[in-house]
């Protein structure tokens, strides 16, 4: 359960930007993202797409009862 609360806190930064350049290209269609937020972007993204790996093997686990409550 933490790895996909971790998931869902990490999403926040990057949807906030994503967000802001939305609203900045419609005001002004010559408006490209600065490439400090484009990597801090993309290290949040690249970290939740690690976590979703983690979460698909702690998923797997847990199915074959590993890890859980009981075990």
């Known amino acids: 359960m ?6 869902g ?4 930064a990057p ?3 994503f967000l802001r350049w939305a609203k900045a290209a ?3 269609p010559a408006f490209a993202a600065p490439e400090a ?3 801090a972007a993309r290290r949040w993204v690249m970290i939740e797409v690690h976590l979703i ?3 698909l093997l ?7 009862g590993i890890g859980g409550a009981e075990g």
Do not use: E, G, P
Request: glycine share 0%; proline share 0%; charged share 20%.
């Open 15 to 17: 949807t906030r930007m």
């Open 2 to 7: 933490f790895t996909f609360l971790a998931i």
């Open 9 to 12: 806190l990490c999403s926040i």
């Open 58 to 64: 702690f998923a797997a686990l847990m199915a074959r």
């Open 26 to 28: 419609k005001a002004d």
């Open 37 to 39: 937020d484009v990597k």
């Open 53 to 55: 790996a983690l979460l």
